[in-house]
């Protein structure tokens, strides 16, 4: 190496050296050999060092300048460099040094950069990239986005909590990291078993001096997103001790937790004055809560409201507890406008909310079950994007999901949706969707039941059954599960155990509904379950209409509904003047509901009622309306597709039956049974061709007895190669007892003349 040289080389260290120092970062040369890194420098390592570097190769000299570009100039440089660089820990920057001007210029070596050639590689320095400080945000960038040899902790955990713990715990990693870092670990640790977590800290927590506000609060987050209200409570209390300035608000925020869970004397304790005479303190939390204890014991709620009138927009959306708690409170007096609109301000303020989001699920749902929606499809449409958006979230860090769940559960088996109900119901572990706990949920087992049962399925229905074994749900399932064949004297005692078991409003208000159907209720069995089932008046002239029907006084019944009418008391009404054969009563009654309330219901129930007293075309044009809507789930969707289709093909309408595959298949590509309907149609029209063509598109599986026919006459006449003769072997073993599919299957080994010589029936789809 050459003196020149060597000079060249401390004047381009020395320069950059130079300019790091001036943005006070701490350049350490390397002073040994290197393969190609002259320094590593740490960001604002001279003031604030932060463990973040980047590695820097120096070249200096105005051969490095000869080769300009538009932008800049083109660096040359070896494989075994480039190779060393791109695999480097740090991030690599080279920087060339103009010894005239003594001014540096940098790019860093990245794979996206690099101009590779059969003899080398070239990279652009951007005459832009000047290395002072107008480039120090873009160099730091640089060296912060490497990865770090070991995550930060905080950082690393933070996917496993709920969004308000996040939340309070970076704010806690700005001021406390160590504390930060302690509470992460054991949170994210507990997530299992989030109150046996939180318990001992708090109790720890009253004698120690790093219990501070914030970790507090941090503690108080996690325990309210998992459901443990009296914990957080508890939790925010502490903290008011520990800050006088926040004192007011910080008891507020417990307070309000405290009426949440019905602990009227801890709340009132909370809301005593902060040395300050009687009310001469303001502060909003304080307020609402205060309003609130005396709307609870006084039952007037308009001094919240007025409270409210009296507050700004703007303190009001300051305070997302508030507002939830407002929001809870009208959906509790079934004020549901005033819950929406409050829960709407919520998710507008703060988008993660799951609070919000379930609040707002929650009351919409509420709202279709009152049939109080203006829209109710749109209604449920919502309701179920944000059921499902808040369980995947809670699921996320392993929260409380059983609520949401419960409430995704029961939107489907509204809509009719019983085996995605069924699916929703079963444990993953049984090839269903719901988690340990969701499944443990008793309403989650009753609705799957209750599904089962609807698809005349009581095997599994039991299996629900089995798994609430000891439980209050199990009496319920039992009885829903019985045969329906025992003693209606049996039934009915059945039905009364379960009663004196249920333990939630839906399992109250399906036994009273069984029992009024059976003319078996009592109307003390209304007054014991009035506050358990949430019964309102209009809900007590119902079950006694009901109870009145079944009892076989059906005049009497009509007179109750009609005079508490109500999307409720219409169902009913068309169920017991159906049952009663009265079916054109029946069908002016769903005519009425579908237009003053636009329940689907009443067109599914017309159409079930024209088919049951013989209108086949009548029922087919209800169920084409009923389509036309687009507001039904897929399974009641296929359900009606099924029924246009099978109605073409009594009549051997087999060109109408085709018509209305297409329809299907257009609803539903995937669906093998309207596959193999359009197949046979054209079977049965003599259409070879178009049934193998359709065939070959579609590809449907070959899962029933019914299907092997067809599947056997296509491929004699036109595929009857070794591959299907090995696809049938495979098709008898599935199989394997039925007889018949398997003489059908052997066709293919013995070939004869092949054609239709009567109409092939519709395969039969398993449940």
């Known amino acids: 190496m050459t003196t020149s040289s060597v000079g060249m080389e401390r004047l381009g260290v020395a320069e950059v050296q130079l300019a790091f120092t001036n943005l006070n970062w701490a350049f350490r040369e390397q002073r040994e050999a290197d393969q190609g890194i002259d320094a590593q420098v740490e960001v604002d390592g001279l003031t604030n060092p932060t463990g973040r570097y980047i590695a820097v190769q120096i070249k200096c000299g105005p051969t490095f ?32 040094v103009d010894p005239a001007t003594r001014v540096g210029y940098w790019v860093q070596i990245t794979a996206d950069a690099v101009h590779e050639t059969d003899r080398g590689w070239s990279i652009e320095v951007p005459s832009a990239n000047v290395l002072d400080a107008s480039s120090c945000d873009a160099l730091r960038d640089i060296a912060l986005a490497a990865p770090s040899a070991n995550p930060d902790p905080v950082a690393e955990v933070l996917p496993l909590l709920p969004p308000s713990t996040v939340e309070t715990l970076s704010a806690l990693n700005l001021v406390d990291p160590e504390g930060a870092r302690r509470l992460a670990r054991m949170l994210s640790g507990g997530r299992d078993d989030p109150r046996a977590v939180v318990e001992p800290l708090l109790a720890a927590s009253r004698g120690w001096v790093h219990a501070t506000v914030a970790r507090l609060a941090t503690v108080g987050a996690y325990a309210n997103d998992h459901g443990h209200r009296d914990l957080a409570m508890e939790a925010f209390a502490l903290a008011a001790e520990r800050d006088p300035d926040n004192q007011l608000r910080l008891r507020g925020i417990a307070a309000i937790m405290a009426i949440t869970v019905g602990d009227k004397g801890r709340a009132a304790g909370l809301l005593r004055p902060v040395q300050a005479p009687q009310r001469a303190w303001t502060n909003l939390l304080m307020d609402i809560a205060v309003c609130a204890l005396e709307a609870d014991q006084s039952g007037r709620e308009d001094l919240l409201e007025k409270l409210l009138r009296d507050r700004s927009d703007g303190e009001l959306d300051a305070e997302p507890t508030c507002l939830l708690f407002l929001a809870e409170r009208a959906a509790g007096r079934g004020d549901l406008d005033q819950a929406l609109a409050i829960y709407e301000r919520v998710c507008e303020r703060q988008p993660s909310s799951t609070g919000g989001r379930l609040g707002r699920a929650r009351a919409l749902m509420e709202r279709l079950l009152r049939g109080a929606s203006a829209l109710p499809f749109r209604d449920q449409q919502e309701a179920i994007e944000l059921a499902t958006s808040v369980r995947n979230n809670v699921r996320r860090w392993a929260g409380p999901s059983e609520t949401v769940h419960r409430l995704l559960v029961q939107e489907r088996m509204l809509v009719g949706a019983f085996m995605e109900v069924i699916e929703l119901a079963t444990p993953t572990a049984f090839g269903g969707q719901a988690t340990d706990r969701e499944a443990d949920d008793p309403v989650v087992a009753i609705v799957g039941a209750q599904a089962s049962i609807a698809l005349d399925d009581r095997i599994r229905a039991v299996r629900f059954g089995d798994a609430m074994r000891g439980t209050p749900a199990e009496p319920l399932i039992r009885a829903l599960a019985a045969d329906p064949r025992q003693p209606a004297t049996a039934t009915v005692a059945m039905w009364r155990i379960a009663l004196d078991n249920a333990d939630t409003a839906l399992a109250a208000r399906i036994c009273l509904n069984q029992l009024a159907s059976r003319g078996a209720l009592d109307p003390t069995d209304l007054d014991r379950a009035a506050a358990l089932a949430n019964l309102d008046n209009g809900d007590r002239v119902v079950y006694t209409a009901r109870n009145a029907a079944g009892s076989g006084d059906l005049d009497v019944a009509v007179t109750l509904l009609r005079s508490a009418w109500s999307p409720a008391a219409a169902e009913i009404l068309i169920e017991i003047l159906r049952e009663a054969g009265r079916y054109d009563e029946a069908l002016a009654v769903c005519d009425e509901i579908w237009t003053g309330y636009g329940a689907l219901k009443a067109l599914q129930e017309k159409v079930n009622i024209l088919a049951i007293r013989g209108d086949l075309d009548a029922a087919d044009e209800c169920a084409k309306d009923l389509l036309a809507t687009g507001e039904l789930a897929a399974e009641q969707r296929r359900a009606l597709h099924r029924r246009l289709i099978e109605h073409r093909a009594t009549q051997n309408d087999w060109a109408g039956a085709e018509a209305c595959c ?44 019914g299907t092997v026919s067809a599947w056997v006459d296509l491929h004699l006449r036109f595929d009857n190669t070794p591959q299907t003769r090995a696809a049938a072997t495979t098709l008898a073993s599935r199989f394997a007892h039925e007889p018949h599919t398997l003489a059908r299957l052997e066709r293919l080994n013995n070939p004869a003349p092949c054609r239709l010589r009567e109409p092939a029936a519709l395969p039969s789809t398993q449940p």
Request: aromatic content about 14%; proline content about 7%; glycine content about 2%.
């Open 65 to 96: 300048f000869r080769r300009r570009t538009r932008n800049g100039w083109r660096f040359t440089g070896k494989p075994r460099h480039l190779t060393y660089w791109l695999a480097h820990l740090m991030p690599v920057v080279l920087v060339i």
């Open 662 to 705: 297409r329809a299907a298949l257009k609803d539903d590509p995937t669906n093998h049974d309207h596959a193999w309907a359009l197949i046979i149609s054209q079977l049965n029209q003599n259409r070879w061709d178009a049934a193998w063509t359709s065939y070959r598109h579609l590809r449907p599986d070959v899962t029933y007895p």
